[in-house]
């Protein structure tokens, strides 16, 4: 008869490995949960008149959502007509959200999402985008949530989001073509991992800005609960 040792072995060891992993999963969910439940900026209120912008929660990804140019702030010089598949499709405002490269790139609709893609996101690298939508002034929605702030802080929330664009050796943008004729990717700075996702980036330029929010939020509703 053939010896069966080695084969349950292996079994409880496939076994012992997936408990591990499930056991992580749930732990990560629990921080991120905890995470988003502790307020940074707790002071924080909206001031009585100031500058709206938006926070845009699609169901799993969250962005920000300011206009395209005012007195406080001009994207103009990064984001231009020129960039979009159709330029006439270019619009008085800009929905902002950054992420894995490999991720925004391979995956334009959740059917087309792969393990060893989101595998590789969750583990982390060095490549990004910021994706860029142009779109016309928002409406407040569940998915569309406004917030007032002073021009202080809406000052620093742009900054936060000019930083992200990662410039050539001219000084200007680098566009990749999105997934239809009215976005646009833009070549990105910083690492994109499981403790530093797209919905932490949002968090983050808020938080950095000022704005109460939750003091780590890797998860759409950990950001969409502060508005």
Same mark, same amino acid.
């Given at each position: 008869?053939?010896?069966?040792?080695?084969?349950?072995?292996?079994?409880?060891?496939? $076994?012992?490995?997936?408990?591990?992993?499930?056991?992580?999963?749930?732990?990560?969910?629990?921080?991120? /949960?905890?995470?988003?439940?502790?307020?940074?900026?707790?002071?924080? %209120?909206?001031?009585?008149?100031?500058?709206?912008?938006?926070?845009?929660? !699609?169901?799993? *990804? =969250?962005?920000?959502?300011?206009?395209?140019? !005012?007195?406080?702030?001009?994207? =103009? &010089?990064?984001?231009?007509?020129?960039?979009?598949?159709?330029?006439?499709?270019?619009?008085?405002?800009?929905?902002? $959200?950054? $992420? &894995?490269?490999?991720?925004?790139? %391979? =995956?334009?609709?959740?059917?087309?999402?792969?393990? +060893?893609?989101?595998?590789?996101?969750?583990? @982390?690298?060095?490549?990004?985008?910021? *994706?860029?939508? *142009?779109?016309?002034?928002?409406?407040?929605? &569940? !998915?569309?949530?406004?917030?007032?702030?002073?021009?202080?802080?809406?000052?620093?929330?742009?900054?936060? /989001?000019?930083?992200?664009?990662?410039? &050539?050796?001219?000084?200007?943008? +680098?566009?990749?073509? $999105?997934?239809?004729?009215?976005?646009?990717?833009?070549?990105?700075? @910083?690492?994109?991992?499981?403790?530093?996702?797209? !919905? %932490?980036?949002?968090?983050?330029?808020?938080?950095?800005? @000022?704005?109460?929010? @939750?003091?780590?939020?890797?998860?759409?509703?950990?950001?969409?609960?502060?508005?």
């Amino acid at each position: 008869m053939p010896r069966m040792g080695g084969g349950m072995r292996a079994l409880r060891l496939m $076994g012992k490995v997936m408990a591990t992993l499930q056991l992580a999963a749930f732990a990560f969910v629990l921080a991120g /949960i905890g995470g988003s439940l502790i307020p940074v900026n707790g002071d924080w %209120e909206e001031p009585a008149e100031g500058l709206t912008i938006y926070v845009y929660d !699609n169901g799993i *990804h =969250t962005g920000l959502i300011l206009p395209a140019s !005012n007195a406080e702030a001009d994207f =103009t &010089d990064l984001v231009r007509p020129e960039h979009l598949g159709d330029p006439a499709r270019a619009r008085d405002h800009l929905l902002f $959200g950054w $992420g &894995d490269r490999v991720f925004y790139l %391979e =995956t334009p609709s959740w059917g087309d999402l792969r393990l +060893q893609t989101a595998v590789a996101a969750i583990i @982390g690298s060095e490549a990004s985008l910021v *994706h860029v939508d *142009h779109v016309a002034r928002p409406a407040p929605a &569940d !998915n569309v949530r406004p917030i007032r702030v002073t021009p202080g802080e809406y000052r620093r929330i742009a900054s936060g /989001i000019r930083d992200q664009f990662a410039l &050539d050796a001219q000084g200007r943008s +680098q566009p990749l073509s $999105g997934y239809g004729a009215s976005d646009v990717f833009y070549e990105a700075n @910083g690492r994109y991992s499981a403790i530093r996702t797209c !919905n %932490e980036w949002t968090g983050r330029i808020l938080r950095d800005a @000022g704005v109460r929010v @939750g003091a780590w939020t890797p998860f759409n509703f950990g950001v969409m609960r502060w508005f």
